[in-house]
């Protein structure tokens, strides 16, 4: 960045300008009907469409109302008081689905307790399986 606050173009910057000028773009800055030379930084990592400027100034002077665009793209977040450190995010939750009634239930579906599994291992008797069975277990652990 320079001394006087314009940020100095380098290779991303002049693609940016390339793509704006190759689709008749203009500025969104409110009373100026120039054709946009930049896009905004945050808006292409947030892939939002249509925020382009002509000039460093422009962008500046804009800035405080454009701001309030990347907040309505981001607005969910379950935990506001957490920093995250990489771009993945939670999801909103959505409703449960119902499992189809020809698939059998397992006995920790309805209180997560796996009872039939603790039984085996308390028995201290490994299961012999058999050549079908060995075939399955092959076919499943690839």
């Known amino acids: ?22 689709e008749e773009q203009f500025c969104q800055t409110e009373g100026c009907d120039k054709p ?5 930084p945050t808006c292409i990592k947030l892939s939002i469409a249509g925020s382009f400027f002509c000039s460093q100034d422009c962008f500046k002077g804009f800035w405080g109302t454009h701001k309030l665009v990347h907040k309505k793209t981001s607005s969910y977040n379950p935990w ?36 039939s599994e603790r039984l085996a291992k308390s028995s201290g008797q490994i299961k012999q399986l058999s050549p079908r069975e060995i075939k399955a277990m092959r076919k499943t652990g690839r």
């Open 1 to 22: 960045m320079a001394d006087n606050g314009v940020v100095e173009e380098d290779s991303k910057t002049k693609k940016i300008e390339e793509k704006a000028e190759t």
């Open 36 to 40: 946009a030379a930049l896009q905004c």
């Open 80 to 115: 506001p008081s957490f920093k995250f450190t990489g771009p993945l995010r939670p999801a909103p939750v959505t409703p449960t689905r119902s499992v189809p009634s020809h698939i059998s239930r397992p006995d920790y579906s309805e209180d997560g307790v796996p009872r």
